[in-house]
């Protein structure tokens, strides 16, 4: 008898297409992209690593496990609140229905009540105005590096940035704040020294050439003993006498103060020391989308959002809507997360190690982002082997724990407390693909809290 090749058995392509997994997929997956995940299984039964009868089954799968976007949720158990690599602040509530309302066409530039053009992001203005009423006008765009561009850009692009030596800073991978303000042609006239920088080493600076004086939160470092920093309404006072605009860029982005971070600027204060102009960020503790704020002299605002640049950097619908509605719900996640009650940590890890037999251990938390480095936010992490935060890392949904001194730590600062239950079982699905479950939630000589 003849023998048939197994490789005739493999399903054809318009049956695999014409599954009803395949079909439900379609409004998620184009056909290009549906063809690419049948064509890859018979490619694997035609090596031969699949038998030509689990075909079907296998192009199911992969078309179900196949969302419109590759970015996976990640329950994020590291203690680190507003952390770079997992999109900065997480939205809230309020945000994501904004976004999802604005998802469709909406009135971003039409006043409806006449049907003419109006001005963009005019919602987001007014909020920002209620929450901030130190600040005459409000700007978003991109993000805080676009902000700080296009302040520099629009008030001295061709002359010179007054600025101190001890605030060049480099924020984040390779991102260094010098380089991006002479890429706007600007030019750094640097003052002061790494460590100290006096209020007449400005004032020596200023000149007809002087475009602003920048002041910049160096967010993620810390010069500490002999220093000094010319304190900002000195400054201010000094660039009114002068007629140049005082442009402070505070990073982080918190509009009141927070007497938990003495340390870390806000807009309010920097305003009412006479600051003309702030620029922060919408993503850090603001806790919005990827945005940049600008906030301060109306006439200064207007001069920015006029320059052609701003087009260049202006913000989606999207944006505007999570921000606006961000600002007015007025507590974000990562201020909740921020503030969370010790206890509180401390109760919700003692209940996860329980199911897991593994110890509780004091760990510290941080801000993240830049912002208020060396401020330790403490917590209580379960301890688990290292060997787990793999498969922790690559199931679903996908869970973040920090990894330190060869131990896996979990620190529930950031899963909200709803997850708790999604959590155990992530634990636990991940414990069990360990060869040795058993030994994995106990690691020996674990100080047990
Ligand atoms: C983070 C930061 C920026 C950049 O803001 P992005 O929103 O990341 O573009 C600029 N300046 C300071 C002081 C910052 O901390």
Same mark, same amino acid.
């Given at each position: 008898m003849q023998q048939v090749d197994p490789r005739r058995l493999i399903p054809r392509t318009d049956r695999l297409l014409a599954l009803p997994a395949v079909a439900a997929a379609r409004p998620r997956l184009s056909e290009t992209v549906l063809l690419a995940l049948v064509r890859d299984v018979q490619d694997r039964a035609r090596r031969g690593e699949l038998p030509p009868g689990e075909v079907e089954d296998a192009v199911t799968t992969a078309v179900q496990a196949r969302?419109?976007?590759?970015l996976q949720p990640v329950l994020n158990a590291t203690g680190v609140v507003v952390h770079t690599n997992l999109g900065r602040a997480p939205l809230g509530p309020a945000a994501v229905d904004a976004v999802l309302a604005a998802s469709g066409y909406v009135d971003v530039e039409l006043d409806l009540a006449t049907g003419v053009r109006s001005r963009r992001g005019a919602g987001l203005r007014a909020a920002l105005l209620a929450a901030c009423?130190?600040?005459?006008d409000a700007l978003a765009v991109n993000n805080g590096a676009a902000a700080l561009v296009l302040a520099t850009t629009a008030l001295a692009a061709g002359r010179e940035v007054v600025i101190s030596r001890g605030e060049l800073v480099e924020i984040?991978?390779?991102?260094?704040l010098p380089d991006l303000i002479a890429s706007t042609g600007a030019r750094l006239r640097e003052v002061g020294t790494t460590n100290r920088t006096h209020l007449h080493d400005y004032a020596d600076a200023i000149g007809p050439d002087t475009g602003c004086i920048l002041k910049v939160h160096p967010s993620n470092f810390r010069v500490e003993g002999f220093t000094a920093g010319a304190p900002l309404a000195d400054l201010a006072a000094l660039a009114a006498e002068r007629g140049v605009p005082l442009v402070a860029d505070i990073g982080s982005g918190l509009l009141a103060p927070d007497p938990a971070l003495p340390d870390e600027p806000d807009a309010a204060t920097t305003l009412a020391a006479s600051a003309d102009l702030v620029t922060a960020s919408?993503?850090? =503790? =603001?806790?919005?989308?990827q945005a940049g704020l600008l906030l301060g002299r109306a006439d200064l605002v207007t001069r920015l959002s006029r320059h052609p640049l701003a087009r260049a950097v202006r913000a989606d619908k999207l944006t505007l809507a999570a921000l606006e509605a961000t600002v007015t719900a007025g507590e974000a996640p990562v201020t909740r997360y921020r503030h969370a009650d010790p206890a509180r940590l401390r109760e919700r890890a003692e209940r996860l190690a329980g199911a897991l037999g593994a110890p509780v251990v004091q760990h510290d938390g941080r801000v993240g982002g830049g912002g208020a480095p060396g401020v330790p936010l403490p917590s209580w992490a379960v301890r688990l082997d290292e060997a787990v935060a793999l498969p922790l890392r690559t199931g679903r949904p996908a869970v973040l724990p920090r990894v330190h001194d060869g131990a896996c730590l979990l620190d =529930?600062?950031?899963?909200?407390?709803?997850?708790d239950g999604r959590l155990l079982a992530a634990v636990q699905a991940a414990l069990a693909? =360990?060869?040795?479950?058993?030994?994995?939630t106990s690691t020996p000589s674990s100080p047990s809290a």
């Open positions: 969302a419109a976007t590759r009423p130190a600040a005459e984040g991978a390779g991102f260094r919408g993503d850090k =503790l =603001l806790g919005g989308p =529930l600062r950031c899963i909200p407390e709803a997850d693909t =360990l060869p040795d479950a058993s030994s994995a």
